[in-house]
């Protein structure tokens, strides 16, 4: 018999009208923003107004560094909301919202999978309540009007070739990366070299998600550098008079969404930053919201810890507050022996001398989220079907010879019941380790140099960070500026601690070689990228738009 796909799964199941979803956490009906039955936004000035509940506690999930075959952790993230529930337990799931770029790319959706997962699942994945539009309409608005002002005038004087900002689109399209716009003459405005980034590579993406109100919104819009005039002086946005209709298209965005779990308890989805190439965490509000109203809030960071948690606690946490009471650090026994050098075709068959070696990549997340930020970790394992009880022993032992908690997890075949016994680890590291202190990877008054530094040696564990003289040089103007006393996030690639995605485990004596630096004064963070990482990727050989269509009845069809 043929095991459903996702969809089918998400398309049986039973969905609660989301009045009941949202009476149930304590939302009033009158503060909902429906998008139909099943979704709806919740006012952002309410969730603005609402204190955290008493005793709330916030649980970080992240993974270890991705491998071709995936690890589960969104997945993780649902099933461990679901089994906290199954105890008795009031809980909320806070997570990103998919991009359209990896859905008709090859990484697919981003709402869970198997009986792990949020409904309405498709719609979710798809255009969902259109917050990633309004970015996308607010930042090409921007764009437009520098480029108008360029034309108009350009009473500030802006260089043509010091433009920093970029448009942006919501599909992979490598063609878009560097173009030539302004041709065809006066009317068509200045000429000049530019280029697309995708929607959730964009600043203004990041000021959503870390903006707690209209007005932070607007203020954080209003110091978007966007350019640079002939005699090297920032622009902003503010100056261009761009903020306050950029806010106007915002408006609604702002408000987080609110949604199901298969199992009906609430998610909030918000927000779309990836891990590699920005902060990689769901809204801020939307991660309010789930305090407000929950005991126990799921929440997840893109990618390996090593990008996603980094980012969660260094940039997100250091701005507002927040500090996780527990990480979930989610494994398989796949991933490990990928990482212990194993074939992809070959990674089903039991293999306990690779699955050993790769583990080195299990505890070197472990030592960072321990021993960097000073948090109780409990492992999770995701476990596959192929999965031996000689790899599952063995990798029990190993944690347990470092004194970490494990526990093996079948959420996606068995959702929150499959979940239960990690829920109850989850419970019990909190209680053994209350209200951990936050502790960063550098501090506030380093300089941009020694935080970069400080995350590639402490965190990836490279030898040194490479940074070219042009780039030095854009380092001391941001700091003679006044921008040194920012966070840093770094864009590199995800698949490997190193910046060689082809270095599997946990690699060292490696250098990080930075190519550019990017100012981000409205998220209020500076972007060193790293590598060969790119800010609008390409569509693969085969990409998963190819199988994806409606039937007859007008479902959606291959989205998985």
Request: net charge negative.
């Amino acid at each position: 018999m043929t095991q459903p796909n996702d969809v089918q799964i998400a398309a049986a199941a039973p969905m609660r009208p989301i009045d009941q979803v949202a009476a149930e956490a304590g939302i009033p009906a009158e503060r909902l923003y429906r998008y139909g039955p099943h979704k709806a936004k919740v006012d952002q000035q309410y969730v603005a107004s609402q204190p955290r509940r008493l005793g709330s506690k916030l649980v970080l999930v992240a993974a270890t560094s991705p491998t071709p075959i995936g690890e589960g952790k969104t997945t993780t993230s649902v099933g461990l909301a679901d089994g906290l529930a199954v105890l008795g337990e009031r809980t909320a799931v806070c997570l990103r919202e998919p991009s359209l770029g990896p859905v008709f790319g090859m990484k697919g959706g981003a709402a869970g999978g198997g009986y792990a997962q949020l409904n309405p699942m498709v719609d979710i994945n798809l255009h969902f309540t259109g917050d990633f539009a309004a970015i996308a309409a607010a930042h090409n608005l921007l764009a437009a009007m520098l480029d108008n002002h360029l034309h108009q005038g350009n009473s500030l004087q802006i260089d043509p070739r010091r433009v920093t900002l970029k448009r942006v689109l919501d599909v992979n399209d490598r063609a878009l990366r560097n173009i030539v716009i302004g041709l065809g003459g006066v009317a068509n405005g200045v000429p000049r070299e530019a280029g697309f980034d995708i929607v959730v590579a964009s600043e203004v993406m990041a000021i959503l998600c870390l903006a707690v109100s209209l007005d932070d919104l607007r203020s954080r819009l209003a110091r978007m550098v966007v350019a640079r005039t002939y005699d090297n002086s920032p622009v902003t946005a503010g100056e261009l008079n761009a903020d306050g209709a950029m806010t106007a298209l915002l408006k609604d965005a702002l408000s987080p969404n609110l949604v199901q779990t298969l199992e009906g308890n609430p998610a909030f989805v918000h927000g779309g930053p990836f891990a590699n190439i920005a902060h990689g965490c769901n809204s801020v509000m939307a991660t309010n919201a789930g305090l407000a109203h929950a005991d126990w809030v799921i929440t997840e960071a893109g990618f390996g810890a090593d990008l996603g948690a980094e980012k969660f606690l260094d940039l997100k946490c250091r701005m507002t507050g927040l500090w996780p009471d527990v990480v979930v650090l989610v494994a398989t026994i796949r991933s490990m022996k990928y990482h212990g050098g194993v074939a992809v075709p070959e990674l089903g068959k039991e293999n306990l001398e690779a699955l050993d070696a790769g583990m080195a990549n299990l505890y070197r997340h472990l030592d960072n989220l321990q021993g960097v930020f000073g948090l109780p970790v409990v492992v999770g394992i995701n476990r596959f079907p192929t999965d031996t009880d000689q790899e599952i022993a063995l990798m029990r032992t190993r944690l347990s010879e470092r004194g970490v908690a494990v526990e093996l997890a079948t959420h996606f075949a068995d959702g929150g019941k499959g979940a239960t016994e990690l829920a109850r680890a989850v419970r019990d590291a909190v209680a053994d380790n209350p209200d951990p202190e936050p502790s960063f990877a550098y501090a506030d008054d380093a300089s941009l140099s020694e935080k970069v530094t400080a995350v590639a040696q402490r965190i990836y564990r490279a030898d040194k960070v490479e940074i070219p003289a042009s780039v030095a040089k854009q380092i001391a103007l941001l700091e003679s500026e006044g921008y040194a006393g920012l966070p840093v996030c770094i864009a590199k690639t995800q698949m490997s601690f190193a910046g060689d995605p082809g270095l599997r485990g946990a690699p060292t004596g490696h250098t990080l070689e930075v190519r550019e630096v990017r100012l981000a004064a409205g998220a209020g963070f500076v972007i060193f990228v790293c590598g060969a990482i790119m800010t609008m990727p390409g569509l693969p050989k085969k990409p998963g738009a190819e199988r994806i269509s409606v039937d007859e009845g007008g479902q959606v069809v291959g989205l998985f």
